[in-house]
């Protein structure tokens, strides 16, 4: 039972503009039983967003442009086109279509969608590059760049879904790093740009007043950090993705939480804010308390995982070697990366989220203080608790 279908079951015209179900192997692509109308650019290859113009293409200034993943046109594209020549640029233009069309119906509406930025390749209108000087970006330095002390190997990957296979792959200069972290940015820019196009014709409708809205993110993404490229790492700058909600008659309106959320939570939480059922078998929580009280704290903490290798289905057997699971508490992240056969924990990892925001450090056998041990403690139990030691 997907969140969509849900609602289309309870009386909703529910639409998908975008990339929602991201099922690259499955029979079916998308999920057109959950949906009123047919899905919109919602089945393609981030490699594949070409810019598409009328007339002739603007040359490319970027200078990244061979030798990395996606590499048809390279890793960095820096062309001055509107923003409709690329995928989120249609996506918003179809999103506000058909908002239009849902705003005077009489049925409620569900609409899902799903931009494709700032994941790579680092392509946005040149505009969105002119945002930025790349001299004053945050920089890849000791604070952040190389591999965190005493982080066990298995804790990183190949980054080749950026740089590409490690046997095919050009050196990564400085110069190349500055310029995709550079994109990135235009990347969040140019996203941004097109939720807020989404986000106007919501206000101009008349209707923003009883419409829920969230935005949220399937995963975050290494730029550089860590030495890593992109996502499947068990990291924070990974494992955590912007959530933002608003409700209509909402108490709390502009204030944060330090309450642990997790994604499993949207479907619960829609559905009681929608007065509808909650099917059986949800393991999230209804966030709908915080709109009240962001003070509150509704749950210990959140969970994520990552196998290795990251893409196991690719490789011989289909199965994984090793299962990464960790946890996030208030304090601490701690993650067990668990023998796939056995589930015995062949490395963990311990980062203070407090005395070290950006994990530098892992500290699961040199903890220096009560508290810091309380918390470990805490995590071990919590996530053993929630993944148990299972052998396969």
């Known amino acids: 039972m997907t969140l969509p279908l849900w609602f289309k079951e309870h009386g909703y015209d529910t639409r998908c503009v975008g990339k929602?179900?991201?099922?690259?192997?499955?029979?079916?692509?998308g999920d057109p039983r959950s949906w009123s109308a047919p899905e919109f650019l919602y089945y393609a290859n981030h490699g594949d967003d070409d810019a598409q113009v009328k007339g002739e293409l603007p040359p490319n200034l970027a200078k990244t442009t061979t030798g990395f993943g996606y590499a048809k046109n390279g890793i960095c594209e820096c062309r001055d086109v509107p923003d409709e020549a690329y995928y989120d640029g249609r996506v918003a233009a179809e999103a506000v279509?058909?908002?239009?069309?849902?705003?005077?119906?009489?049925?409620?509406?569900?609409?899902?969608?799903?931009?494709?930025?700032?994941?790579?390749?680092?392509?946005?209108?040149?505009?969105?590059?002119?945002?930025?000087?790349?001299?004053?970006?945050?920089?890849l330095d000791e604070h952040n760049a190389p591999r965190p002390v005493g982080a066990p190997d298995i804790a990183f990957h190949n980054s080749s879904e950026v740089l590409g296979p490690p046997d095919k792959r050009a050196p990564?200069?400085?110069?190349?790093?500055?310029?995709?972290?550079?994109?990135?940015?235009?990347?969040?820019?140019?996203?941004?740009?097109?939720?807020?196009?989404?986000?106007?014709?919501?206000?101009?409708?008349?209707?923003?007043?009883?419409?829920?809205?969230?935005?949220?993110?399937?995963?975050?993404?290494?730029?550089?950090?860590?030495?890593?490229?992109?996502?499947?790492?068990?990291?924070?700058?990974?494992?955590?993705v912007p959530f933002f909600l608003a409700a209509p008659g909402m108490k709390a309106a502009g204030k944060r939480t330090a309450s642990p959320t997790e994604l499993l939570d949207l479907f619960p939480t829609f559905t009681e804010l929608c007065g509808l059922p909650r099917p059986d078998g949800l393991e999230g929580t209804s966030l709908a308390p915080l709109l009240a009280d962001p003070s509150l704290r509704l749950k210990p903490a959140s969970f994520t995982q990552h196998p290795r290798p990251a893409y196991y289905d690719r490789e011989p057997g289909g199965q994984p070697s090793v299962m990464g699971v960790s946890i996030r508490t208030a304090r601490v992240r701690y993650t067990e990366w668990r023998d796939w056969k056995t589930g015995e924990p062949v490395a963990r990892e311990l980062y203070d989220g407090i005395g070290d925001p950006n994990e530098m450090r892992n500290v699961v056998d040199a903890v220096d203080s009560p508290a810091l041990a309380a918390a470990q403690a805490e995590a071990a139990a919590l996530l053993r608790k929630q993944f148990p030691i299972t052998r396969h």
Request: no cysteine; glycine share 6%; hydrophobic share 45%.
């Open 172 to 240: 990564l200069t400085p110069a190349a790093a500055a310029e995709m972290r550079h994109g990135y940015f235009a990347n969040i820019s140019y996203m941004d740009a097109q939720l807020g196009k989404v986000l106007d014709a919501l206000d101009a409708s008349g209707i923003a007043d009883r419409t829920v809205v969230v935005f949220t993110a399937d995963h975050g993404y290494h730029i550089g950090e860590h030495t890593l490229w992109g996502k499947t790492s068990n990291f924070e700058l990974d494992a955590r």
């Open 97 to 139: 279509r058909v908002l239009g069309e849902l705003k005077s119906k009489v049925e409620p509406f569900f609409l899902a969608v799903g931009f494709w930025k700032p994941h790579a390749p680092f392509n946005a209108p040149k505009k969105y590059w002119d945002l930025y000087d790349r001299a004053k970006l945050p920089p």
């Open 20 to 29: 929602i179900f991201h099922n690259w192997h499955t029979k079916v692509h």
